[in-house]
């Protein structure tokens, strides 16, 4: 007699399963969002892979603790947090890992009351706006204020560490701040630290990086550098980047917006009909009127 012939059992292409969810789409947005960060770019990688194993796992019916999501971004401002904050839930509500998959941003002003009987209130409320998506808190570190007795940081810090521990499969809370500032808060609120999953550094860009990042913002903007102006840009950068307050992307779309004023400026006090040549290209004394090059700070970062 014929011995049965057993089915082979299950198997799942993960490669076919990440883009049926859509996430090689947000990947793929997430490289052409930014330049640059290719260590953030794979750690995120990394992790949306994890997510899809563990989604494959369990339909397969190996059951496993699920993955701890809570987050950690530390870096400069200007390197590209947010807007990897806002990829990361879109990635966990494509994999199921989130309902809504939407983001809240706030800051300790958001958390925190300033009377007795206010933290708690406000700090529900933005845990119940994020329900079901990411809570991400920049700053994080301006919850805990030691030196201050009658702060009420730490009322939130106790509402938040109870959530992220009960509400974990409904909301994913990322911390981000200066690295060495966000260092020191995990050292005096190792809750927190237990709680983390994913820690991710941010690194600051470099000069040419930058200056692809003007050209960037430029071209959405429906402006370009003539060449002298782009030269005088790649001077400003280095220039820029030695100074204080210094915030990476954000300082570059500071000083294109004060630029963008110049030209306008000058357009319009030049008394002369103008054409689309006109407006829509910076040149070299645009740029170079900056403070910058007399060793001053611009107006802002």
Do not use: W
Request: with cysteine.
């Amino acid at each position: 007699m014929a011995e049965a012939v057993s089915d082979p059992p299950p198997r799942i292409d993960l490669r076919r399963e990440a883009e049926a969810a859509g996430v090689l789409d947000v990947l793929d947005q997430l490289d052409r969002e930014l330049i640059g960060l290719a260590p953030v770019k794979r750690r995120i990688r990394e992790t949306a892979a994890l997510l899809v194993v563990e989604r494959a796992r369990q339909s397969l019916g190996l059951q496993a603790e699920p993955p701890t999501l809570h987050m950690s971004f530390t870096g400069n401002p200007g390197t590209g947090k947010t807007t990897v904050a806002l990829r990361m839930a879109e990635i966990l509500h494509r994999l199921g890992y989130c309902r809504r998959g939407h983001l809240i941003s706030v800051t300790r002003d958001d958390l925190v009351g300033q009377y007795i009987g206010h933290t708690a209130p406000k700090t529900k409320d933005v845990i119940k706006k994020a329900m079901g998506g990411v809570l991400f808190i920049d700053e994080a570190y301006y919850l805990y204020r030691p030196e201050n007795e009658r702060d009420y940081g730490q009322e939130a810090i106790e509402i938040l560490l109870q959530v992220m521990e009960n509400a974990r499969d409904d909301l994913v809370v990322i911390l981000a701040g200066y690295g060495d500032r966000m260092a020191r808060f995990f050292e005096s609120n190792p809750g927190f630290r237990s709680r983390i999953g994913l820690h991710v550094d941010f690194p600051d860009y470099g000069d040419d990086e930058l200056l692809r990042i003007a050209e960037i913002m430029l071209d959405r903007m429906s402006f370009r550098f003539a060449p002298a102006a782009r030269e005088a840009f790649a001077e400003y950068v280095a220039l820029r980047r030695s100074q204080p307050h210094f915030a990476n992307a954000r300082s570059v779309r500071n000083a294109l917006d004060r630029m963008r004023l110049r030209l306008a400026h000058r357009l319009y006090e030049s008394g002369l009909e103008v054409g689309t040549e006109d407006l829509t290209t910076l040149v070299e004394t645009d740029v170079r009127a900056s403070r910058v090059f007399s060793g001053g700070l611009p107006a802002a970062n």
